[in-house]
């Protein structure tokens, strides 16, 4: 029986970094973020099928994942080793559209569980009726892993066939590396004419890169050229650093051309033994699962860096993002202000109202100009706003996220947002102007809007709004009219802040809905950091 020196300690510590990988997201289209979302789900698949599993069962059956590109012939070869057909194999490709894990009656209960591939549901069907069709459940769209047993496999041995890693189906691409993650032992199988092809050699580098045990198998190789085909795999084998891997060659005969058939028990022998040894061995087994286990976890010195580098970019290009948006709306904030100050709002119509007051213009009339005017000028910044935020994104990749630069969905335009800004303003104007007329005698109490609509001119006007001033001080008296003034400025501050920083929150809100924090750096490396401590 193999005994891994796993502490409690340790597999906390595992659980939480896997916490923090899980956690870990990377939604802005940078050039390393689809390696590192390719390299989270690998994790997460090696942690959640395989090492956890292994470190707190370390009884459990080995697991052996038969693996290889199209048409490598992995369905012959696990029909052949358990000396039936329990998996499907044929000329049509995709062939294997379920995973088969196959296993010894005995071993049935670690398998039938979520112990290992919690996220596939477990099927059975009848042995005699091996049709992937009957595995899917209604619907066929859940991802399923059928279980088989066979009494010929040693106890203490599953194999499980998986789909091809190179299939024409995505699903079934993602589904084969994920398998693949949750063995103890790798066996690779290509063919003598796709040896050389990129597909297994990156499956062979990622198995050296992790350092399990592997096991490779060339299949289907003519007699004739037999030799000199086992010798060239070798060799690339060899310049690989992967010469010490056990390799095992299958000639090609009449049961492979079709994929239909069983192999002669003398073609898989070499293979079968060696598996068989891998569990009947003591030090033997003890060796293999220590070896992936402590592979996996010495790969995440390396893995764990680069997610949290990745990581570290995500936040920085957010931040980028964040910073030209805030930048250009503080930018249009401070121009506002200045125009303000310079009297802008006090212009075109409303030029004419107030000249036009109030002999031939009411106060209601010139407060409406004002208002329009006012919020004209918003208006105008919010865009100019917008248009630097469009500029400065389009020279960030990250910006081309989805729903970035999509419009504002709501069926409130910005038009729309700042009228009502603007009306509450004047609104709640004409409320302060009521409340200082109410202290003055009845007799020289003069109408709130009058007094409303020189203090908006005041405030809006600038130099050539002095008059206003004086004319606000004759009716209200020089306090009340400095009073008023006061308040009604640090309302209209209040409502210009508002306006700028609900549309900059609403500029920024795509962005804020993405998730992209500082934390996940700090944490996947203080994760580790604890790991590491408690091996």
Known sequence: MVTLDVRPQLLDALSALRDRVAAARFPLPLPGAPRARANRDELLAQLDDYLVPRLREPEAPMLAVVGGSTGAGKSTLVNSLVGRRVSEAGVLRPTTRTPVLVCHPEDHHWFSGMRVLPDLTRVWVPQQEPDDDLLLPHGGSARVLRVETAETLPPGLALLDAPDVDSLIA????????????????????????????????????????D??????LDRVPHQVLSEVSRQYGALLTKAGLGHV??????????????GG??????????????????????????????????VLDSLKARMPELASAAAA??????RLTN???????SEYARVRGRLQAGAVLAGDALKRWRAFPLDCTAGELLDALMESLGALLLCAVT???ERVEEAWRREPAAGAPGLDEPDPSPESAEHRIGIAVRRWRRELVEYAEEEVLDLERSVAPDPEVVAALVATALLGGRRARPAGEGLAERIGAHGALRLRDRAGRLLTDHLDRVMHSERERRLAPLDALEVHPEPQAELIAALSVLQKER
């Open 171 to 210: 699903d079934n691409r993602v589904l084969a590396a994920e398998l693949i993650c949750a063995a103890d032992i790798w066996v690779m199988v290509t063919t003598a004419a796709r040896y050389a092809d990129a597909v297994p050699w990156h499956l062979l580098r990622t198995a050296k890169e992790y």
């Open 212 to 217: 399990v045990a592997l096991v490779t198998v």
């Open 246 to 259: 056990p390799r095992f060659t299958v000639p090609e005969l009449p049961e492979s051309a079709w994929g």
């Open 262 to 295: 069983l192999l002669p028990a003398t073609a898989v022998a070499p293979l079968r033994t060696w598996l068989a040894h891998q569990v009947e061995d003591a030090a033997a087994r003890r060796h293999t699962l220590s070896r992936t286990a402590h592979g």
């Open 314 to 319: 995500q936040y920085a290009a957010a931040l």
């Open 324 to 330: 030209a948006v805030e930048g250009a709306y503080d």
């Open 384 to 386: 100019a706003a917008d």
